[in-house]
């Protein structure tokens, strides 16, 4: 068994210590970046299901539609906030959630519902400690990947449209 083992040479120390960073690096980028996608996911069902549940429980008439602000936006806001993991620690950590904003506009045809979710920046150390103007040098996209990095994060929005709720009642025989 020793003869097995030591017959064979090993990877050079220099060469491993010097990747791993760069290994680690790449993996805490394609975590935010999965983390980012799944957000956009998330933030697209919640966008369908705020339209839709808004065009059906809504109402028509000026009396009825301050409920509808007061009560049904604010239940809605909370039903997605809770769906997108506002509530939960380990789910705000991983998609680096900071707030959510949910604005309806009712017009006499269309009901346009904005979600804009704002995300904290990921602040990965390593990458932020160095000046911003030095490590750019006036390139525009180079300065807005470390402002999402490093000082802002982002907002990702999405927009629906949805019609007046025109459901017809139901059809009810009278008993004779």
Not at 91 to 101: C, E, P, T, V
Request: hydrophobic share 40%; proline share 4%; net charge positive.
């Amino acid at each position: 068994m020793k003869r097995l083992f030591s017959s064979r040479r090993g990877q050079a120390t220099t060469e491993t210590v010097l990747l791993f960073p760069v290994l680690v690096i790449f993996i805490l980028f394609i975590i935010k970046i999965f983390g980012l996608l799944v957000l956009a996911q998330k933030l697209e069902i919640a966008g369908f299901y705020a339209a839709r549940r808004y065009q059906l429980q809504s109402h028509t008439t000026t009396y009825l539609q301050r409920w509808d602000r007061r009560y049904l936006q604010k239940d809605i806001e909370k039903k997605v906030r809770e769906y997108l993991g506002f509530n939960n620690p380990g789910m705000l950590r991983f998609l680096s959630l900071r707030d959510l904003k949910l604005t309806i506009n009712t017009s006499g045809t269309w009901t346009k519902v904005t979600m804009t979710v704002f995300t904290a920046p990921p602040r990965i150390n390593f990458l932020c400690k160095y000046d911003k103007l030095q490590l750019c040098q006036g390139d525009e996209n180079c300065l807005r990947g470390y402002n999402f990095l490093c000082e802002t994060g982002g907002q990702l929005e999405v927009i629906k449209y949805v019609g007046p709720n025109e459901r017809v009642l139901p059809f009810v025989r009278p008993e004779d």
